[in-house]
């Protein structure tokens, strides 16, 4: 089994609309999550952390859900510039990545004007 | 305020050759990890430098070595280039280990022919 697992998607989703996916982990030992963002051909950028509570960041809420080893990112009103990949990581200090960081593959997500 | 930099931005190469990818943190930073992202894949965990030493290593042959030099800067070699090779390689620059999120550089697009 996949250590960090997405669906890829693509996710094809009309603007103003809400759209929301995914992530599983593996390891119930995992400590830390991240949503990060990938422009076509570009380096990921942080998106936001996922805390236990879950957060929210203007249009975008994350959510961490233990029992279920999974986390999800919300994105309501979502904009044409919204149109990315979102990658799922996962630091639990075992995944051999660095600090432990384990990357999903991505998610693909396409606004549609 | 300099955030990661990376050269070249792109770079073709025949098979058998070497090539060496080169980083500069974000400033403030000393710790550099490097990833190599196939097109359609997330970014897997090439090697971590902290302190001018090899922290971690993932799951790559030693064709792959490093530097990290002190003013932190580090570079990435890679040998015997395969076709197999060809792919984004990232460097990504944390305040210390342990210390997540990672600030990634632009990348260099690597094609082994």
């Known amino acids: 089994r996949k250590e960090v697992e997405q669906d890829p998607g693509p996710f094809n989703v009309p603007e103003g609309a809400t759209v929301a996916f995914n992530c599983t982990y593996s390891?119930?030992?995992?400590?830390?999550f991240f949503w990060y963002r990938q422009d076509c051909r570009k380096e990921p950028k942080l998106l936001m952390s996922?805390?236990?509570s879950g957060n929210e960041d203007g249009r975008f809420t994350a959510q961490l859900n233990r029992a279920s080893q999974y986390i999800s990112l919300l994105i309501r009103d979502s904009k044409l510039s919204d149109s990315a990949t979102y990658l799922c990581?996962?630091?639990?200090?075992?995944?051999?990545?660095?600090?432990?960081?384990?990357f999903g593959k991505g998610t693909h997500l396409i606004i549609q004007p | 305020d300099a955030g990661v930099t990376q050269s070249p931005t792109h770079l073709i190469k025949t098979r058998g050759q070497q090539v060496t990818l080169r980083c500069s943190p974000k400033?403030?930073?000393?710790?550099v990890s490097w990833y190599q992202q196939a097109l359609g894949q997330g970014p897997q965990f090439i090697f971590q430098?902290?302190?001018?030493?090899?922290?971690q290593r993932g799951n790559f042959p030693d064709r792959f070595s490093g530097h990290q030099f002190p003013n932190y800067s580090s570079e990435l070699n890679v040998n015997a280039l395969l076709l197999g090779d060809s792919a984004l390689y990232l460097c990504?620059?944390?305040?210390?280990?342990?210390?997540?999120?990672?600030?990634f550089g632009n990348g260099t697009r690597l094609t082994v022919t």
């Open positions: 990504a620059s944390s305040l210390e280990p342990g210390n997540s999120p990672l600030h």
């Open positions: 390891n119930s030992a995992s400590q830390s």
């Open positions: 996922v805390y236990s």
């Open positions: 990581v996962v630091n639990d200090g075992t995944g051999g990545g660095a600090d432990g960081l384990t």
């Open positions: 400033s403030g930073h000393d710790t």
């Open positions: 430098y902290y302190e001018e030493e090899e922290r």
